[in-house]
């Protein structure tokens, strides 16, 4: 029983491993999208690939690094009875 399940596991790690590591292209037919605005040429596939700074934006919080007393939240409020 242990042996199956071992050579499952095998074949699934070799398969895994077989991923395309060319350069992305559009299929046959078919156009990269139209260049943004204000880009005189389209972007390429791996470009497309990266999210824009405006989609996953850094923290710009400073995390509170000491136990200190909360200021007082006016919308905290007890729940209704």
């Known amino acids: 029983m242990i042996r199956p399940a071992i050579l499952l596991l095998g074949i699934y790690a070799a398969l895994s491993a077989c991923g395309n590591r060319a350069a992305l292209e ?33 923290r710009s919080v400073e ?3 000491r136990s200190e007393e909360r200021a007082n939240d006016a919308f905290d409020l007890p729940p209704k009875e």
């Open 26 to 58: 559009p299929k046959q037919g078919q156009n990269l999208p139209v260049a943004p605005y204000g880009r005189e040429e389209p972007l390429e596939g791996d470009a497309l690939l990266v999210a824009p700074p405006q989609a996953v934006p850094e």
């Open 63 to 65: 995390l509170r690094r």
